[in-house]
């Protein structure tokens, strides 16, 4: 992974000493709450519901066994001892107490850890693959190129105040992990004529009006990458919409000047401002790669043991995947136990996970934008070893891609933008569908879950997608159905009238009905059917049973 410089740490130590002087001013009066903001939010510290929330990046979701024993350290001396882990590949923690933050961002700083720009009208946390660097049919890492936009964007003095926040994501292979298409720009490599480059698409996002990026760049050379981003940061910069923030977003602009129009002005950009110094030669690429080289794996024919232990078989077959050096896999690692807030991982768990890592996974560890984590190098002979102890710490749920594994926002539990409540709605399905069996009868199958239109539960492309709402003080929750997040991209479908908690749970067990009656075969996953059969099928199953029983 990469280290920081001398120069990052000086960046990192000088900003913790500006927030400590800041964060004084607050607590005296010298700063009223509407002047700190702007500098709290700069540093990845929201207000919520009842208290503070720090938000640590986590950049292209990669930690190392010190950084998390570090993230399970805080979560005890600062927290409540916990961290829940975001859809941005981030850690939040949900209880600071302001005058303890500085102190915080200290200890951070001593793993080489920060909260910059996690929050604010800027470049956010660079996202990524979780799979980055462990797949064959991976045409390059992307995570040193993530580390290039990172190295790039961070304080970068055009992009610090942008008309409204701003999302990067960077894959490396076709099978989209990352939920690329609804980033404000989202870049995967491609190979073409054998030469590697970037595939550029802009201008996708969710929240009050939703949008699937376009592409606007079907090759762009390496050497140009930076300086592309510059043109349609700039772009966006000068035409964005500073007056309405439910119009500021890149994809508003997008869809309002057409793609043609908004790629024209992006290529005039690139044209007129680029900027030699930005240029990426060979000799500073290869010295970001040479960060990202895998651990001394040797190859070998070990394949993954056979047991009579059922609960493991069980995990092995769901959160387990070959490495492409043989004699390896890639173990994945549920945050969604039954009853169990999606992405919340208590100190101890962290802490241990940070020894297993360490025997059994040389140390590294992944977060994925699904609220789970990756351990990427597991030798075959030792995964029954490990799942015995991911098993004590209850982190060996057998459930990744399976109906329990929802993502989940905070909801109205922590946030003051909802307008209901997410974590319940998720537990209460963990506890409808946790037997493995059920689940796996069912089939691949994304739930999320936001507690309000802005959208970070992701429900916009759940296959099934559920949006908390507030009717005269009651919750109430909205289905869509068909979103997905992946190469094949798509905003869900509302479904129709929305239901009230009491009955959320009975409708989705209709909608799930209607699917098996209509598989053609075991095989077809829930969006092969939706897709095939379209939303009136389900939409006449719900609302007929539903008026039957009323």
Known sequence: MYKYSNIDKKIIADRTKQFQNQVERRLNGKLTEEEFKPLRLM???????????????????????????????????????????TTRQNIQFNWPKLPEVPEILDQLSEVEMHAIQTSGNCIRNISSDHLAGLTAEEVEDPRPWCEIIRKWSTFHPEFS??????????????????????????????????????????????????????????????????NYLEAILTTYNQLGRRDNIYKARIKILVNELGVQKF????????????????????????????????????????KLPISKNKKFNEWK????????????????????????????????QMQELANISDDFSFGEIRVTH?????????????????????????????????????????GMDYCALATARSIPIS???????????????????????????????????????????????????????????????????????????????????????TYRKNKKNASEDFLSVFRRIGIEAFKKDLYDNTRKKN
Not at 279 to 291: P, Q, S
Not at 491 to 507: D, M, T
Request: charge should be positive; hydrophobic fraction near 35%; proline fraction near 4%.
């Open 43 to 85: 540093n990845g510290l929201y207000l919520q519901l009842h208290a503070y929330m720090l938000r640590v990046a986590i950049p292209y979701g990669e930690l190392s066994s010190t950084q998390l024993r570090k993230l399970a350290f805080i979560a005890d001396k600062f927290d409540r001892g916990y961290g829940h882990f």
């Open 161 to 226: 105040f942008l008309p409204r926040k701003f999302k990067i994501a960077v894959t490396g292979c076709l099978e989209d992990r990352t939920a690329l298409l609804v980033h404000d720009i989202g870049l995967r490599l491609i190979k073409k004529n054998n030469v590697i480059g970037f595939e550029v698409f802009v201008g996708g996002g969710q929240g009050r009006t939703p949008h699937i990026a376009k592409m606007i760049r079907s090759f762009l050379s390496k050497k140009d990458l930076l």
């Open 263 to 302: 790629k024209s002005l992006v290529e005039k950009n690139f044209v007129k401002f680029s900027n030699e110094k930005l240029k990426l030669d060979k000799n500073t690429i290869n010295d970001i790669f040479n960060f990202f080289k895998l651990p001394k794996l040797k190859y070998s024919s070990n």
């Open 317 to 348: 077959q769901q959160n387990t995947l070959p490495h492409k050096i043989s004699g390896y896999s890639i173990v994945l690692i549920s945050l969604k136990p039954p009853g169990k807030p999606p992405g919340d991982a208590d100190s101890r």
């Open 370 to 410: 699904e609220q789970n984590l990756v351990l990427p190098h597991v030798n075959n002979t030792q995964i029954y070893q490990l799942w015995q102890q991911l098993d004590i710490l209850k982190l060996a749920t057998p459930n990744i891609g399976l109906i329990s594994d929802t993502i989940c926002c905070p």
């Open 427 to 513: 537990q209460k399905i963990g506890n409808n569908f946790k037997k493995y069996f059920d689940q796996k009868s069912i089939g691949d199958i994304k739930i999320k879950i936001s507690g309000c239109i802005n959208a970070c539960g992701h429900h916009h492309v759940g296959n099934i997608g559920i949006l908390g709402l507030d009717r005269n003080g009651e919750e109430f929750y909205q289905i869509t159905l068909g979103g997905s997040a992946k190469e094949d991209a798509a905003i869900g479908q509302i479904i129709g009238p929305s239901f009230s908690e009491k009955k959320l749970i009975s409708a989705i067990r209709r909608i799930i009905k």
